[in-house]
């Protein structure tokens, strides 16, 4: 993973996996059936790396030849909020990885003129002070999504987040990364930039679109 500028909440990944994927995803000849397969995949890369610094302690087990100290993960309860719809599509790469983790949602959508987010549903683990939350959606844009989404967890005590998406915009991320300073940013790739209508350029097109095949 790579830094950007002086943001020391910003991890850009540089994994070869992770970049082949998403250039598969870009390609529009990609159906639905094999992105939806890709975003899936890109989320569980993605997390396994975003989740290299949860907590662990030393426990005893009994192996079948003596009893022995060994890792674990210690207590810290996860909770992974996507950002519907698209943010859905990563859900379960994640799931893989923490089978165990609560799953809650916040529904935003942009508004086609203006681009601005609007939020029509939100529904959270309870309570979820206490869980590390990893808020997913495979595009950051503008940033306004992301950034009333974590705006939301955080007035329903949500404390300790992690964001991850699969493209950023130069434009979005940095509005993301100070606006929540606290919140740690996982980028798939991070892209040129946004054009007039606020899509990422050269981006991957609608996400929400080419996961559930509403184009
Ligand atoms: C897309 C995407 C993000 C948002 C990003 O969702 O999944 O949530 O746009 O744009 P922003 O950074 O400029 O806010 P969209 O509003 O199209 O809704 P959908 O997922 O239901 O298609
Ligand atoms: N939302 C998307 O799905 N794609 C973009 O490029 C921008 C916002």
């Known amino acids: 993973m790579v830094g950007y500028k002086n943001y020391t909440n910003i991890h850009i990944f540089d994994h070869p996996l992770i970049q082949h994927k998403i250039s598969l995803m870009r390609d529009k000849a990609t159906g639905t059936n094999e992105f939806r397969k890709l975003v899936d995949e890109v989320a569980t890369l993605e997390g396994y790396e975003a989740l290299a610094d949860l907590p662990t302690e030393e426990v005893q087990v009994e192996t079948p030849i003596e009893s022995c100290y060994t890792t674990m993960i210690a207590g810290r309860k996860l909770a992974i909020v996507p950002i519907l719809r698209a943010g859905l599509g990563m859900v379960s790469g994640l799931l893989t990885l923490v089978p165990t983790a609560k799953v809650g949602h916040i529904g935003m959508y942009r508004d086609e003129e203006t681009h601005e987010p609007h939020e029509y549903y939100c529904k959270l683990p309870n309570p979820i002070s206490e869980r590390l939350i990893i808020v997913t959606d495979p595009m950051l ?5 992301a950034v009333d989404a974590i705006n939301q967890i955080k007035a329903h005590g949500g404390v300790n987040i992690k964001f991850m998406c699969i493209i950023a915009a130069p434009e ?26 606020a899509y990422i350029c050269p981006g991957l097109g609608d996400a ?3 996961i559930f095949g509403t184009k």
Do not use: K, W
């Open 141 to 145: 844009a503008t940033g306004g999504s």
């Open 172 to 197: 979005g991320l940095e509005r993301l990364a100070e606006a929540h300073p606290d919140v740690q940013i996982y980028v798939g790739h991070l892209d040129r930039e946004l054009n007039a209508a």
């Open 208 to 210: 929400g679109d080419r």
